[in-house]
């Protein structure tokens, strides 16, 4: 009876180390995925600093179709693991939370039409309106109008295409996250410039909390 119970037992360790290289190898596939892309900024935990990922580094170890490991070059000296790096939080579309803003047309209070046909518009000023009831928004003085119409009408413009250039610096990082090796760097450079103007649209201090 103790043979018979140690034939079984040895079938059954047999079977089990039969099956650790697939079991080992579908946990290596599974863990050794790229968690960043070329180009990708990230932050670097134990430097403390910024930085791009210049190269993916895949480890290869005998017997297996995938990698064991994946380091990252990041330019610094030496390559690091997934561990060691962060990537850059997006930020969350704002550009809906604008809303439609508009160019409305004032009239000119302080002048006659007469005296002001150097004006693209004379008679009237442009007045940027963010509010569904045509409130808040921006608007100039008479006399900085008068000194440079065209600055100003450009100006307007601008502001109310804000929302618009938001949301197309959205789809740009959008279009970058979901084909990362395809991307150029030029385009990878782009929607890193992109994040950075939108997190600094969005990234407002909190009020101060009330006095108890």
Same mark, same amino acid.
């Given at each position: ?65 995938? =990698?064991?490991?994946? #380091? /990252?070059? +990041? ?7 997934? %561990?060691?790096? $962060? ?32 004006? =693209?518009?004379?008679? #009237? /000023?442009? +007045? ?7 409130? %808040?928004?921006? $608007? ?51 929607? $890193? ?20």
């Amino acid at each position: 009876m103790p043979a018979l119970r140690l034939v079984w037992t040895l079938r059954r360790l047999s079977t089990k180390l039969s099956d650790t290289p697939r079991l080992i190898e579908r946990l290596v596939r599974t863990m050794a995925k790229a968690q960043f892309h070329r180009n990708q900024k990230v932050w670097v935990e134990s430097v403390g600093v910024w930085a791009v990922v210049e190269k993916i580094v895949p480890v290869w170890a005998k017997g297996f179709d995938e =990698p064991v490991k994946i #380091t /990252y070059d +990041v330019g610094l000296g030496r390559e690091f693991v997934c %561990g060691e790096l $962060r990537a850059e939080d997006h930020v969350e579309d704002i550009s809906s939370a604008a809303g439609n803003w508009r160019l409305l047309r004032a009239r000119n209070k302080w002048q006659q039409p007469g005296d002001c046909a150097h004006h =693209p518009y004379p008679g #009237t /000023y442009p +007045v940027v309106v963010t509010d569904p009831q045509d409130w %808040g928004g921006w $608007r100039t003085p008479g006399a900085e109008y008068d000194r440079d119409p065209q600055k100003i009408e450009t100006q307007a413009r601008m502001i109310v295409a804000t929302p618009k250039l938001m949301r197309l610096a959205q789809e740009l990082l959008q279009l970058v996250d979901e084909s990362p090796e395809d991307a150029p760097a030029e385009l990878h450079a782009m929607a $890193r410039r992109a994040n950075e103007i939108l997190r600094y649209v969005a990234d407002i201090p909190a009020p101060a909390p009330e006095p108890a």
